[in-house]
């Protein structure tokens, strides 16, 4: 069973940069997958952020692509998530997920972690 | 950007009727359209994948049927874990999701 786990600070100043972790467990992040962030602002609906194949090639949501990098460690089974010049509308639960065998379904999410963006 | 519009907002149901949920795209997404189900305080779930498909351990009683712009989501007859709200999401283009249809108890 793949189980994933987000990890990072959960308060961030504006126009800092928000940086989250994403442990894979259960399975190789090396596997024929794609691994993908998602972000839910409170209350909300659902935002995909980005996504990384072991290889490194990415793909990014064109509306944060210039604020976007998500990167992966091959050696700790993990991937990353750095989103700059934050702002107050970053303030959201970000979800790690693993994208399934069928394009960018996900199919095994994080648990989500909150992030706020406040001085 | 592929905007995909769920419809309705709120539905109010009786345990063990059946419930109809319908999302929208802004252009055809062919049938890469996906559906999930979010509790409060919980990831979403994957629940129906390529538009008609059932995720692995999801119950029979939910279905999915379209293709091109328009796709339904049925829950034949609802279950008190049922009551949640529903995303659709669509993955011809990069992905975008649905604003959610919340399900609630008549």
Redesign the interface.
Known sequence: QVQLQESGPGLVKPSGTLSLTCAVSGGSISSSNWW?WIRQPPGK????IGEIYHSGST?????LKSRVTISVDKSKNQFSLKLSSVTAADTAVY?C?RN?I??????Y????TLVTVSS | EIVMTQSPATLSVSPGERATLSCRASQSVSSNLAWYQQKPGQAPRLLIYGASTRATGIPARFSGSGSGTEFTLTISSLQSEDFAVYYCQQYNNWPTFGGGTKVEIK
């Open positions: 993908s609906g659902l935002e995909w793909n990014y949501n064109p509306s979800y997920a399934g069928v394009g960018a379904t996900m199919d999410w994080g648990q989500g």
